[in-house]
């Protein structure tokens, strides 16, 4: 076919970002990881020393942000970083600032894969293909813990749990493109699959949808 964009949303360690660059590898489709930006501007906020209550800073290093040249650095992808950018991502200035790259990274020829919060909702609400992949806080916890902690990072799981929680928790209440079920998204449950089942039925969502 000629174009796919595949829209993949969900909270933190739901398996959104292994099952989309997987759909990605399937299909030969780019992937963006949005996540990645706002884990960027929020570690942006803090290297310049500043406040992650400061909406205007936020949005200052958002509009710097060179977008096009972001990978998973131990940096981008530690609790703080996560922390930083769940905090961040709640401003509408910062928002505004990343939609275009987005956007546009979704709209070019022949499709593409983007996870995150707001793909199937804002960013491309006009994707054929869209998932909204979930697990219980514990089962994801779990994972993120095994994540980090094999990555040499020291944390305990408590702490990893109450995290994810309150992470949810902003994302979903947030007024600003809050992390929700798009309508015409598919929900996939992987509290209970591992990560084959889990992508087996992803593309098996992907396929009656496109
Ligand atoms: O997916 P990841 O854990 O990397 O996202 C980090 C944070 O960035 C999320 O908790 C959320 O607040 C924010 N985010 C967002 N919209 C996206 C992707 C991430 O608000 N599309």
Redo the contacts with the bound molecule.
Sequence with gaps: IASLIIAVDGP?ASGK?TIAARLAQTYGLPHL????L??AVGVGVLDAGGSLDDAAFAETVALKLDASHLTDTDRLTSGEA?EA??RI?GYPGVRAALLAFQKAFAAQAGGAVLD????GTVIAPEAPAKLFITATPEVRATRRWKQLTARGQDIAFEAMLADIVK?DE??AGRGA?PMVQAEDAVLLDTTDMGIEAAFDAARRIVEAAR
């Design positions: 933190a970002g990881d949005t996540g990645l706002y884990r996560g950018a769940s991502a995150g919060r707001d793909i992470r902003r994302d493109a």
